[in-house]
């Protein structure tokens, strides 16, 4: 199939040879085309430009965008939608004061998905799942990671694993699946963290790598769940079985793990709320990628990852939802870029660069998406009439997309 947008007021994210990512100052660069058409064959960029230059093509569909933008698809680099239930009680917990430790201490947070999941049948995940990934898809993301974590056993780890493999192969954009055993240490462990790391290394690490059911691995390094030796530990099993590593780290204290990341070559180091500037050295010339959600900023009410520093540091940054039950429960890209420029203050610019290109190079498929570049796949976005692409988080309430294309095809939820 063919498709041609004639007439785009803006082709934002243009790329004629597209950088595996952006940072520091490059991150404000964000290239357009005024008045321009855009040429779909065979589900991928075939040729753009502007209207002046346009084929006369027959025998396609045709587009007209007349006051409207396209531009990629947003990339989330880091989202949980495989779970099971809500937690909307905990919700209330937190309105009357708890804090996320609080939750946890009296057996909510984590553990309490883990509980509701162990009862869930894969059937029934997936039908959840499968509703929220279309959900998202609907508000404008064309590629996403998904983790797994709310197992914790070797039985539901694997459970959520094969949801994400199912979603996979049903859904025509690019998902990748995360491997995050270590998300807490489960009840049977709680006084045998060494057993329950011996667990994930010798028995769930291989049985994932045999059915080829995770392409990354993931840890939360932080005070009281796992420890940046703990995390180097992971992620050098993982390693040995060429399972690059993705960590949460920083999201409430400081405690090295960004440089182990770093040295350990992970892909991305998600949440960093709080960065010093050991930190900061450490990213800088690195290919690791920091990756701000500022949904679980919001929800929570913590500390912004300071985006500001950090590119003025000359770092890159990706934006992600962190999509879960406890703790983002909103997979909305839209708002993260609105939240990025409302409370990070990055300019709507940054903020787009860090939701298409970057997030597409913190979960590995900056080659198949992320810019508007001839030969990547035509994940798309067609907004409503618009003034320009500041629009788009200026009406931060609003999701202005009119059409989502995956792979050239208009996605219908």
């Known amino acids: 199939m063919e498709k041609l947008f004639i007439n785009i007021k803006e082709l934002v994210q243009v ?16 290239p357009i085309i005024a008045n321009a058409f855009l040429w779909i064959k065979d589900g991928l960029i075939k040729e753009y430009g502007s209207m002046d230059a346009c084929p006369a093509l027959t025998d396609m569909e045709t587009i007209d965008a007349t006051g409207r933008l396209v531009l990629p698809a947003w990339c989330d680099s880091h ?29 909510g947070g984590i553990l309490n998905s883990t509980k509701v999941l162990a009862n869930t049948s894969e059937d029934e995940l ?35 694993l094969r949801v994400i493999q ?30 329950y790391l011996l667990l994930l290394t010798d028995v769930l690490l291989p049985e ?20 940046v030796e703990d995390t180097e530990r992971l992620m050098q099993a993982g390693a ?4 690059k590593a993705k960590i949460h780290v920083n999201q409430f204290n400081a405690i090295g793990g960004v440089a182990a990341g770093v040295k350990n070559n992970a892909l991305s180091l998600d949440h960093l709320e709080l960065i010093n500037d050991e930190d900061i050295t450490a990213i800088k010339d690195s290919k690791t990628m920091p990756v701000a959600l500022p949904g679980c900023s919001f929800f929570l009410n913590i500390p912004y990852t300071p985006a500001r520093k950090m590119i003025d540091a000359d770092l890159p940054i990706a934006l992600a939802s962190d999509y879960n039950p406890g703790s983002a429960p909103s997979g909305n890209m839209n708002f993260a ?50 003034n320009s692409y500041h629009s ?22």
């Open 15 to 30: 790329r004629s040879e597209a950088p595996q990512f952006v940072a520091g100052a490059q991150m404000n660069e964000l």
């Open 392 to 413: 788009l988080p200026y009406n931060f309430g609003s999701n202005l997309i009119d059409k989502v294309f995956i792979s050239g095809e208009e996605f219908c939820k």
């Open 337 to 386: 870029v609105a939240a990025a420029c409302i409370k990070m203050k990055m300019t709507p610019e940054e903020a787009i660069n860090a939701a298409t290109i970057n997030g597409a190079y913190a979960m590995g498929v900056e080659a198949e998406v992320g810019s508007i570049t001839v030969g990547k796949k035509a994940n798309l976005l067609l907004t409503d009439k618009v």
């Open 208 to 227: 994932i790598k045999k059915e080829n059911l995770a392409d990354y691995i993931d840890v939360f390094c932080e005070k009281g769940y796992f420890s």
């Open 79 to 107: 989202t949980h939608i495989v779970y099971a239930g809500n937690r909307e009680g905990e919700f209330v917990d937190k309105i009357k004061g708890l804090s996320y430790e609080d939750i946890a201490q009296k057996g």
């Open 166 to 195: 199912r979603l996979k192969a049903e859904f025509n954009l690019p998902i990748k699946a995360t491997f995050l055993g270590a998300h807490t240490i489960p009840e049977a462990y709680k006084n045998n963290k060494e057993g």
């Open 126 to 160: 997936y039908e959840q799942s499968k509703e929220r990934l279309l959900g998202v898809m609907h508000e404008g993301t064309g590629a996403i990671e998904i983790k797994s974590g709310y197992g914790l056993t070797v039985d539901s780890e694997l459970k959520m």
């Open 240 to 243: 040995a079985l060429s399972i």
